[in-house]
């Protein structure tokens, strides 16, 4: 009788959290740890690690240069906006989205997910080396969870401390 129970109940993950409010639909921290916990490409673990380290080594204090025209085009090609325009749920349908384009058969969309990560944590090192956003409201947060997906997958999350 509890095995029908169990498998007749629905559960949904994402939709909440012990630290969610009726109103939330989910929060970040529970729905950063689902993605990152997925199948994820060494490409992305290796720009991973170069993040943390270089974050941890330099502090991005040298200024970086924000993305070329050729790299905004490749978001725009698959509807992406800018970093800074991105909200966090955004950016994680879009985390998801390029894990799956790793593991697909077509070396265009692996190639391309793995140019479009590399311009994510351009962007991400461009705002913290300048502290600057041009939209910098609470909805706009989405290089706060490519952060935390950064330091998910990294190796080096817990032998790091900023």
């Known amino acids: ?13 994402t ?5 969610s409010n009726d109103n939330d639909s989910f929060t970040s921290k529970s729905f950063a740890a689902l993605v990152a916990k997925n199948n994820v490409p060494n490409s992305h673990k290796q720009i991973a690690d170069n993040y ?11 200024c970086m ?16 906006n800018t970093l800074e325009c991105t909200t966090a749920k ?30 994510r944590v351009k962007e991400l090192k461009y705002l913290e080396a ?18 935390q997906y950064l330091r998910e997958i990294s190796k080096f999350r817990t032998g790091l401390n900023f």
């Open 1 to 13: 009788m509890s095995k029908n129970i169990v498998q007749n109940t629905y559960f949904d993950l």
């Open 15 to 19: 939709s909440k959290s012990t630290f």
């Open 52 to 62: 943390l380290i270089i974050k941890k080594v330099f502090k991005f204090q040298a």
């Open 65 to 80: 240069s924000r993305i070329s025209n050729v790299e905004k085009a490749l978001l725009e090609k698959y509807e992406f």
């Open 90 to 119: 955004q950016m994680y349908y879009e985390l998801a989205l390029l894990q799956k384009w790793s593991f697909v058969g077509d070396e265009e969309l692996k190639s391309d997910s793995d140019a479009i990560l590399q311009i």
């Open 130 to 147: 300048c502290r600057y956003a041009q939209i910098s409201d609470e909805m706009h947060d989405g290089y706060k969870a490519l952060e």
